[in-house]
Every structure is written in C-alpha cells, then in structure tokens.
C-alpha cells in the first residue's frame, strides 16, 4: 500500500531537515518513533548517522533488544552508553522532577559523545502529540539544545506507524513504552530490583500477547491496567494463576485489576490529586 499523500509531504519536510546537518547522534530507544527517526537519517545521510541507545534498570529490557535488532538490520552503527538514574536524588526518591533530572543528565551525556564524533546535533523521536502532553522530556530538550525532526514537522503517531508498516520496521505496531519508574507512586523510593520486577512481570504479559500493560505497584498491591476488550483472555485459569504467581514471587501480596483499562500517565500525581484514577478492586485470593 502507497504512502498517503499527508505522510510522503510530511517525510519530504522530515528529509529537507535532516539534510541541514552533515553528522547526527539519533537517540535510539527501541520504540517506533526513534525507529522511523534513524531510518529516515540513514536514509538521508547515511554514515553520518550514529544510534545511541542508553541502558540502564529503568528502561524495560526488550525495548533495549528492539533498538539493537533495528540498527543491526538497518546497517546503522550503534552506541550502547550505560546510564545509572539512581545516581539522580530526584530519580531515586521518584520526585516529580524525577523526568526532567534524568533527561537532562541523558541529554548532557549524548552532547559529549555527539562532540567526539564530530556530530552538529542530537535528535531524539518527540512527536507532536508529545507536544500536546506533559512532558518534562520536552523541556530538558528545549533547554540542552536537542531537536526532535518529527515533532517539528508535524508528525503524529498515526503518521509514524503508517510510515514504519510502509518501511517493513520491525514493531511498527507494538505499544508505546516509557519508564518503568512511572509505574510507581510520586514520592517514592524505588531501587533497581524494584523496577526489574515491574519489567519481569510486564515482560511475561506481553509475550502472552497482552499490551499495551502497566503495572502500578502500590506497596504491597500492584494494579494492572489493560484494555478492557483483553480482559476475558487474561481472566483465563492458566493464565490468572501464572499472573498471579509471578506476581507473588516478586512479594506484592495483592494483585489488582484496574477497572478504568489502560490509562497513560496514571500515576501523575495531578490526576490523582484530581481523583482521576479511582482505588483498585481485588481479584480474588
């Protein structure tokens, strides 16, 4: 199937950027903005394209395989630059400058490796519907200096997933990933096996075929949050008490379904301030 006429002016418009600098450092997280950001600059500058994908416990490990199996398949050569968020006191303590501090402390990062590559800017896969959410990414960006290609020529993530499909990219249609410290509580204190059993059971789900999943942990009770129209398949014996194991060995004593389905951002702490996000009701023991 042919580009729509929308999307091929709008990656016409994406390319005419691209080409204003003769080096990038494209910030590669595994997701299908990032993807469709470093095939459209390999595209356009071909060697002058460096991928760098940070790892670190507070990025869900398949994202991290994803960006890997893309830069390999796209002949794009890659950096994968550890970063440890809980030297951050705003990480660590989950503070609502939590995004903002890590960002900055990312974007700092990429800066250096960009100036020893000789590389004229550092992009990173904001959309325009970033643009329309909260988003302290965006303004660790704004403020270091970082572009986002796509988010300045008006791409949505509609455009995005009709590009990649159209491309062939792997995961064109897989959800939308994030932090796994946004699974958490404001105010906070979170550890790296904290997160790693957020990734672990979340992982588990998703190779079952659930998605998109989030798994909110409230101490001792973790909320699930998933499409309501996945639910009766979830609900299954075999799979509940799979769920319902792992989630116990990772010691939450309590596991929930939220009644409300997935809900990105639930654990802002103005929709809750706002009463956005209701308390959970157990499952049965």
């Given amino acids: 199937?042919?580009?729509?006429?929308?999307?091929?002016?709008?990656?016409?418009?994406l390319q005419a950027l691209l080409r204003t600098w003769p080096r990038v450092v494209v910030l590669?997280?595994?997701?299908?903005?990032?993807?469709?950001?470093?095939?459209?600059?390999?595209?356009?500058?071909?060697?002058?394209?460096?991928?760098?994908?940070?790892?670190?416990?507070h990025y869900p490990n398949e994202e991290v395989a994803a960006a890997i199996t893309l830069a390999q398949s796209l002949g794009v050569p890659q950096r994968l630059e550890p970063f440890d968020p809980f030297g951050l006191p705003d990480f660590r303590h989950n503070t609502p400058q939590r995004c903002y501090a890590c960002k900055e402390a990312l974007y700092r990062?990429?800066?250096?490796?960009?100036?020893?590559?000789?590389?004229?800017?550092?992009?990173?896969?904001?959309?325009?519907?970033?643009?329309?959410?909260?988003?302290?990414g965006l303004r660790a960006a704004a403020a270091l200096g970082v572009r986002s290609p796509l988010r300045e020529t008006g791409w949505h993530k509609s455009d995005i997933r009709e590009l990649g499909r159209f491309w062939g990219l792997p995961g064109w249609d897989r959800p939308a990933q994030s932090c796994l410290a946004t699974r958490f509580p404001p105010h906070t204190l979170l550890s790296p096996q904290d997160l790693q059993h957020v990734d672990v059971v979340?992982?588990?789900?998703?190779?079952?075929?659930?998605?998109?999943?989030?798994?909110?942990?409230?101490?001792?009770?973790?909320?699930?949050?998933?499409?309501?129209?996945?639910?009766?398949?979830?609900?299954?014996?075999?799979?509940?008490?799979?769920l319902q194991d792992l989630s116990r060995s990772r010691g939450w004593?309590?596991?929930?379904?939220?009644?409300?389905?997935?809900?990105?951002?639930?654990?802002?702490?103005?929709?809750?301030?706002?009463?956005e996000s209701p308390a959970p009701v157990p499952s049965p023991a």
């Fill in 109 to 136: 990062r990429s800066w250096e490796i960009a100036r020893q590559g000789g590389a004229a800017a550092v992009l990173d896969g904001a959309t325009a519907d970033d643009a329309a959410a909260e988003r302290p």
């Fill in 202 to 242: 979340e992982g588990f789900l998703r190779r079952q075929g659930f998605g998109p999943v989030r798994l909110r942990v409230h101490g001792e009770l973790v909320r699930l949050e998933l499409p309501p129209t996945q639910w009766p398949r979830l609900l299954k014996p075999q799979t509940l008490t799979q």
């Fill in 28 to 57: 590669l997280s595994g997701g299908v903005d990032s993807s469709v950001l470093v095939k459209a600059a390999a595209d356009v500058l071909g060697s002058g394209v460096l991928a760098v994908t940070f790892t670190g416990p």
């Fill in 253 to 275: 004593r309590y596991l929930t379904l939220d009644l409300q389905g997935y809900q990105s951002g639930s654990m802002n702490a103005r929709k809750q301030k706002q009463g």
């Fill in 1 to 13: 199937m042919p580009l729509s006429l929308t999307t091929a002016r709008k990656l016409a418009a």
